[in-house]
Nanobody, 115 residues
């Protein structure tokens, strides 16, 4: 499984961005896809995830502001980020869990929110 992330950028606080993560390879084996982020000087944290059945999970800090969705026809997962805050700044990584015990990461995409 390979992941290609896109959509990062710079935005002012209160603005919106949408990230996309396209999966290729053995996509039939993917069970969960998600987004993680790493802020400067901090450890990587889960932001949002979506299962193959469509169940979603969010970090408390983004609930009500971020929405994760998937387009199965395009093998792509999206993260719509609204009402962005400076604390949302970081490198965002796409993640896929597959074959029960494996996971893979996409390249990071930088999100910068200025106040």
């Amino acid at each position: 499984v390979q992941l290609q992330a896109s959509g990062g950028g710079s935005v002012q606080a209160g603005g919106s961005l949408r990230l996309a993560c396209a999966a290729s390879g053995s996509i039939f084996s993917i069970s969960v896809m998600g987004w993680y982020r790493q802020a400067p000087g901090k450890s990587r944290e889960m932001v949002a995830s979506i299962s193959e059945g469509g169940n979603t999970d969010y970090a408390n800090s983004v609930k009500g502001r971020f929405t994760i969705s998937r387009d199965n026809a395009k093998n792509t997962v999206y993260l719509q980020m609204n009402s962005l805050e400076s604390e949302d700044t970081g490198v965002y990584y796409c993640n896929a869990k597959y074959n029960l015990i494996h996971q893979t990461w996409g390249q990071g995409t930088l999100v910068t929110v200025s106040s």
